[in-house]
C-alpha cells in the first residue's frame, strides 16, 4: 500500500533546489564548488530595510496581520502600480503572499479545474507545470527557440488555444532566458488573448527591476485584457530580499478575494516584520535606489563577461538576455561526446559532468522545458564567475 498520496508522488523536486542541495553535498566533503544554479541575488537587502524591519520588532508589530496583508503595505502596492506602471488598482485588488510562487500558485489553483489547459511559453520556470499538475490541469507548452530570442510569436500562441485553455501563464523578463517582451510584443500577444475572454493570463514580473532594456513593460497595461490579467510582482529580486519571502498578486476584485479566502486555509498572512520591511522597500524607493541601481549595474557587467566567455568556447551558442541574471546557453553541440570516462547523452549528463569534473553547480535545460540548454545563474561576484567559467571551458576541452 502506497503511504504518500499520488499528489505528492507525482510531483518533481525542484530542479534548482536539487542542484543546489547536490552542491552542498561536494562542499560538505570539502569540495571546492562554485554553485550557479541558484536564482538569488549575492548582494545583501539595503540597510534602511533591515532598520524598518528592526523597528517594526520593538514597536511590536508581531501579531497576525490580515491575510492578504496589512492595509499600509497593500496602499503602498497600489500607489507603487499607478506611479511606476500606470496601473489602476485599489488595495482591495492586491493580495500578498509568502513569496511571488505562493502567489502564482494561488492564482492557479483559484482559476484551474481538472483538465483546464493552462499554455505556457517554453522555456518557463521549473515551478510552473508542478502548479498546474497540483491543480490538475494541463500544461501546454510552446516552444520558443533560441532563434526566436525565446520569445513565442502572436501566432503560435493562437494556435495553441483550444476551447479547453483557461489560462496563458508567463514571466517577462524571464526565467530561465533573461528575454524580455517588449511593449509591441506584448500588444500583439494581448490582440490575440481579446479575441479569447475565458482566457486568463498570470504575469510573472518578479524580475520588473533587473532589466537592462530600459522601462518595464507589463501585459496588465493594456485595457482589452485588463480584467483578466493577474499580475505577480514581489520585492525578493529587486531589492535582494529573497529570504524576506514576500510576494504580491493584483487582479480584479473576484480574483482577489478568491485567493484572500484559499489562502486563509493554508498559510494565512506573510510574515508582519517581513511585510512592514517591504513596506520600507517599496514606498520609499529613494533610500534604495542606489542600491538597486548598483545591483543591476553589476549584474548587467557580469553578463556580458559571461557572454563572451561562452562565445568564446566551441559549440556553446547564447542569446542576449536583457533582464534577470541568467545565461541559457545551447550546449546540445556536445551531446555524444566524452572524456574516456563519462559520455554526455542530455543536459543531465553535462550538468553531472561540470558538477563531478569541473566543481561547478548548473541546471540542466530539461527542467524548464529546453532538454538543448542549461541555466547558468550569474547571480555571484565576477571573480568567481571568471572561475567558473575557466574550469567550464577546461572541462570542455577534454570532450571529444
Not at 535582494?240 to 486563509?264: F, V
Request: glycine share 6%; with cysteine.
Amino acid at each position: 500500500m502506497e503511504i504518500l498520496s499520488k499528489r505528492i508522488r507525482h510531483l518533481s523536486e525542484s530542479a534548482t533546489l536539487e542542484m543546489a542541495r547536490k552542491s552542498r553535498e561536494l562542499k560538505a566533503r570539502g569540495v571546492d564548488v562554485i554553485n550557479l544554479s541558484i536564482g538569488e541575488p549575492d548582494f545583501n537587502t539595503p540597510d534602511c530595510i533591515k532598520t524598518a524591519a528592526i523597528d517594526a520588532i520593538h514597536s511590536n508589530h508581531t501579531h497576525y496581520t490580515p491575510v492578504a496583508g496589512t492595509a499600509e503595505l497593500r496602499e503602498a502596492i497600489a500607489k507603487k502600480l499607478k506611479t511606476e506602471n500606470g496601473l489602476n488598482y485599489s488595495a482591495q485588488q492586491i493580495v500578498v503572499s509568502n513569496g511571488a510562487k505562493q502567489s502564482i500558485a494561488n492564482a492557479i489553483l483559484c482559476l484551474v479545474d481538472p483538465g483546464d489547459e493552462v499554455i505556457v511559453p517554453s522555456p518557463y520556470w521549473v515551478s510552473y507545470p508542478e502548479m498546474v499538475k497540483l491543480a490538475e490541469g494541463n500544461m501546454i507548452d510552446i516552444r520558443a527557440t533560441i532563434d526566436q530570442d525565446f520569445k513565442i510569436t502572436p501566432q503560435q500562441l493562437e494556435e495553441a488555444i483550444t476551447p479547453k485553455t483557461k489560462v496563458f501563464l508567463f514571466s517577462s523578463p524571464c526565467n530561465p532566458t533573461g528575454s524580455v517582451y517588449s511593449h509591441e510584443e506584448l500588444k500583439a500577444l494581448a490582440a490575440v488573448l481579446e479575441k479569447h475572454p475565458r482566457i486568463f493570463i498570470i504575469s510573472d514580473e518578479i524580475y520588473e527591476y533587473i532589466n537592462y532594456k530600459g522601462k518595464h513593460e507589463s501585459i496588465a497595461t493594456f485595457e482589452n485584457i485588463r480584467d483578466r490579467v493577474i499580475l505577480v510582482n514581489g520585492v525578493s529580486k529587486g531589492y535582494a530580499m529573497t529570504g524576506w519571502r514576500i510576494g504580491y498578486m493584483a487582479s480584479t476584485l473576484e480574483i482577489a478575494k478568491a485567493c484572500d479566502k484559499l489562502q486563509g486555509q493554508v498559510t494565512s498572512g506573510p510574515s508582519s516584520i517581513s511585510q512592514w520591511a517591504s513596506l520600507k522597500a517599496i514606498e520609499s524607493m529613494n533610500c534604495v535606489s542606489e542600491d538597486v541601481t548598483e545591483m543591476v549595474n553589476a549584474f548587467s557587467e557580469r553578463r556580458k563577461m559571461v557572454i563572451e566567455k561562452l562565445n568564446k568556447m566551441p559549440g556553446i551558442k547564447s542569446n542576449q538576455p536583457e533582464g534577470a541574471f541568467y545565461i541559457y546557453p545551447n550546449i546540445s553541440h556536445y551531446f555524444g561526446k566524452t572524456n574516456g570516462s563519462m559520455r554526455i547523452e542530455n543536459d543531465t549528463d553535462f550538468c553531472v559532468y561540470m558538477l563531478e569534473k569541473a566543481h561547478i553547480a548548473i541546471v540542466p535545460g530539461a527542467a524548464f522545458g529546453n532538454p538543448n540548454c542549461v541555466r547558468i545563474s550569474y547571480a555571484t561576484s565576477k571573480n568567481i564567475l571568471v572561475e567558473a567559467l575557466d574550469r567550464m571551458e577546461n572541462a570542455l576541452e577534454e570532450l571529444h
